[in-house]
């Protein structure tokens, strides 16, 4: 379950490319390779950063026109799928 | 899971160098894609077997110059092997650092080091010699991998069918179509590069295509043709009843190029010059999706190029 309050990062074994908006994902670990939309692609990149889950919300609350709850509800339910894909984890803090 | 412990007894104990006691003092040189690969400390059972296999790609022995890649086969201990009868061949473990590639399967190890030129070496334990020929072709076959990675080019798995002078490459994973499109094309009087697996060059003129000569039923020496053609397109292989032509979006392009290139593609020390790569690639060749349906059919489609 992905709290507001928690800090996510990439995984170590995935790399991650930007292409033409998408987003590629290797899980080099699993052989796996996964492709993102925009959305997906943003989340990654804001990643990069260390900033809590509630900071990513803000970021992409700035920049996407849709009411916070919505937002919240279906970012979080993104998140755990890319946690549960192997793709980003909880950041030791 | 650790490196190796599905597959050995003792993972830690892994050749940290390239060394051992050899099998014997044969050699085998074998001549490929403009490259020397020498098979070295075999035994002479291995070395005819390996000669039977690879027939007239096998070279007169000379000196291996440096230039030439380096096989050394050496003994390992039954034991040393977990014996699972659930591992198959290409089941198998690999592991990265800068400098050297290693792997483990089914009763083999392997390492790659980059001393800075490439030496292999391969650990095989006393098991049927049509199974050891088979490790040291697959080993082979991933050598050729990093050789070619690291001139700029890539080992793709894929079929090449050749027309009128150029070279068009079908390419999806086991199952997609390679084999029975090269069938199709080769009824239709087309030449068979390779039905499995080629090399894709990046030359100014662009990207060239030559086959893998022992790998696929029309690759090997008596089936398909020789030589090196520029390549005109790339198609991702669905089967299906209705022959149809897609474009693909360039992150689809790139992740069903990924899936067919070996072994490289999982080494984290290669990755971002792997993309770049294809990436390049795609720039250079369209790359498409074709679903094709048991009849020649695709080929007009391909011709007149009209996607949906």
Redesign the interface.
């Known amino acids: 379950m992905i709290a507001t309050d928690m800090i996510l990062k990439r995984c170590v074994d995935t790399r991650y490319r930007n292409i033409g908006g998408e987003g590629v994902v290797v899980r080099q670990t699993a052989g796996e390779v996964l492709v993102l939309n925009e959305i997906g692609v943003r989340v990654l990149e804001l990643l990069e950063a260390t900033m809590p889950v509630s900071g990513l919300l803000d970021a992409l609350d700035a920049e996407y026109e849709i009411d916070r709850p919505t937002l919240e509800r279906d970012v979080l339910a993104y998140l755990q799928e890319l946690v549960d894909a192997g793709v980003i984890e909880h950041a030791a803090v | 899971m650790n490196f190796g412990e599905n597959f050995l007894t003792y993972p830690d104990l892994f050749p940290a160098r390239p060394s051992g006691e050899p099998w014997g003092d044969e050699r085998v040189m074998i001549g490929l894609a403009g490259d020397i690969y020498v098979y070295e400390g075999l035994s002479t059972v291995q070395a005819d077997a390996v000669r039977q296999r690879f027939g007239k790609l096998c070279l007169p022995l000379v000196e291996a110059s440096p230039m030439s890649v380096r096989i050394q086969i050496f003994r390992a201990a039954a034991d040393d092997f977990v014996e699972n009868r659930e591992h198959s061949r290409v089941a198998y473990n690999q592991s990265h650092t800068p400098d050297a590639v290693k792997f483990i399967g089914r009763r083999f190890m392997c390492r790659l080091d980059w001393m800075p030129e490439l030496r292999t070496a391969l650990w095989v334990p006393e098991i049927d010699l049509q199974y050891q020929l088979a490790i040291f072709v697959q080993f082979l076959q991933t050598t050729i991998a990093y050789r070619v990675f690291e001139q700029g080019g890539l080992l793709f798995h894929s079929a090449a069918v050749v027309s009128d002078g150029g070279a068009d490459i079908f390419f999806g994973p086991s199952g997609a179509g390679k084999s029975t499109i090269s069938r199709l094309s080769f009824a239709m009087g087309h030449a068979v590069l390779n039905d499995d697996m080629n090399i894709l060059r990046f030359t100014e003129a662009g990207i060239m295509v030559e086959k893998l000569p022992f790998t696929g039923f029309l690759g090997q020496e008596g089936g398909g043709m020789a030589g090196i053609y520029p390549v005109r397109a790339m198609y991702r292989l669905y089967k299906g009843p209705t022959p149809v032509l897609h474009v693909l979006?360039?992150?689809?392009a790139?992740?069903t190029l990924?899936?067919c290139v070996h072994y490289v593609?999982?080494?984290?020390y290669r990755?971002?010059r792997l993309?770049d790569r294809l990436?390049k690639l795609s720039t250079m060749v369209p790359i498409q999706a074709l679903t094709f349906a048991r009849d020649d059919r695709f080929w007009a489609l391909l011709r007149s190029g009209e996607t949906e």
């Open positions: 979006q360039p992150a689809t790139l992740v990924l899936g593609s999982c080494d984290p990755w971002d993309i990436q």
